[in-house]
Structures are given as C-alpha cells and as structure tokens.
C-alpha cells in the first residue's frame, strides 16, 4: 500500500507487473512491520526489510515471515555495491532525515544497473495546510516554502521525532543530482470507496488537495 488514500501495488505495478516479481532481490526502505515486504516475498521475491527501529522490527519479528530484518540507517547501507533489482519505501526514511540525498545516493549505489526505486511520501503541498481531516484543514496556514523541519520533543527538551519538508522541486533535484533518471510521479486520487478518516487524511481533503506523492526512479 503506497499511502493512506489505499494505491496499492496490484494496482499501481509501479515496480513492475506482479507476476514478474519472483526471484527479484528487493530492499523495503523503512519498512517498520514489514508489511510492503511480507507481500512481495508472497509474490515470490527475495526481499530484505531495513528500518532503523529495532522495536519496529521486533513487530515484524512477531507477525513472522521467511526474509531478512536489518536494522540499520538508510544513510549508511549495510549492502555491497549492486545487490538489488529494485528497492521501495512507503513514507519511510526520507521525510525524516535531513538530507535525503544520502539515503538516495546509498539506494543507488545498491542497485543494480537498471534497478528502479519507488517511495512514497507525504505530498509536498500538505506541508502548508493544517494537519486537521475536517474544513479546518483546507485553509493554508503556513508557507509551503518554508523548510523548518516540523520536532517533537519530551519533557527533557530532546527530540522524539523530526520530520524533514521538501518542496516538489527539492525532490525532483535530490533525485536527479543522486544519479537516478525520474521515470514517473504519482499523485493518487482519493477513492470513493474509502470513506476512512485518520490523522488529517480524509475524504474531504483528499477530493480537493493531493495527499501522496510517488516517486518512481530508474538507475541508469
């Protein structure tokens, strides 16, 4: 599932038809539970799921599969140059480190020639609305502009969570200036099935304003 408005893979094929996922070496980018990775090894692949938070793959540990769980930084890939056929994240890791170019430049560097990289995150433009489902949310409250990353902190004063924006532009450029060639972007629509409310996402925003942005790259 590539985000909350429901896309999912079967769907979209954004890594490629289905039926020619097996035997394909791919690396899940944040991949927390494991979701993303339990449905490509049920595809036949070969997947590895990397996130950073152990807890995280303790859950992915418990739900079970037949893969590998790494836990490590995307900044810093644990894997020899070439080692994967295609690698994906749903809103995992790039919004939440502050130059995403490291992680884009590692993924690159993993994949074989030819490989594809497809990840999803928050669509840029959100970043200047209320985080809120009901009209309060459709007014613009902020500059889409402004990168100031959006932190958390604990009693202490120390950051328990920190999310990075770039605008559109910035993640077309980090893309392109980490060797990757932009193959298509992906805004989906709100479906009229889903009639789910979480967080800010809602049908109401999501008929009016886009709520996800896919990224599809190919590594020359």
Not at 12 to 41: S, T
Request: some cysteine.
């Amino acid at each position: 599932m590539w985000g909350p408005e429901g896309l999912d893979e079967v769907e979209a094929e954004l890594l490629g038809p289905p039926e020619e996922l097996k035997g394909k070496d791919v690396l899940e980018i944040g991949a927390g539970a494991a979701q993303c990775a339990r449905w490509l090894a049920a595809q036949g692949a070969r997947p590895v799921a990397l996130d950073l938070s152990h807890r995280q793959l303790q859950h992915a540990l418990r739900i079970g599969g037949s893969f590998p769980l790494v836990c490590a930084d995307a900044g810093a890939l644990p894997f020899a140059d070439g080692s994967f056929d295609l690698a994906c994240s749903a809103y995992g890791a790039l919004p939440f480190v502050a130059d995403p170019r490291l992680v884009l430049g590692e993924v690159r560097r993993v994949l074989r020639p030819g490989g594809r990289f497809v990840f999803s995150v928050t669509h840029p433009l959100r970043w200047a609305f209320p985080d809120e489902p009901g009209p309060e949310g459709l007014s613009v409250s902020a500059s889409y502009f402004d990168r100031t990353p959006y932190v958390e902190q604990d009693e202490q004063g120390r950051a328990v969570y920190v999310e990075h924006h770039r605008t559109l532009g910035d993640r077309v450029r980090d893309i392109v200036a980490s060797g990757f060639r932009l193959v298509d972007l992906v805004e989906p629509e709100w479906p009229a099935w889903n009639t789910s409310e979480w967080g800010g996402w809602s049908p109401l925003r999501g008929n009016l304003i886009p709520g996800t942005a896919i990224f599809v790259c190919e590594r020359d």
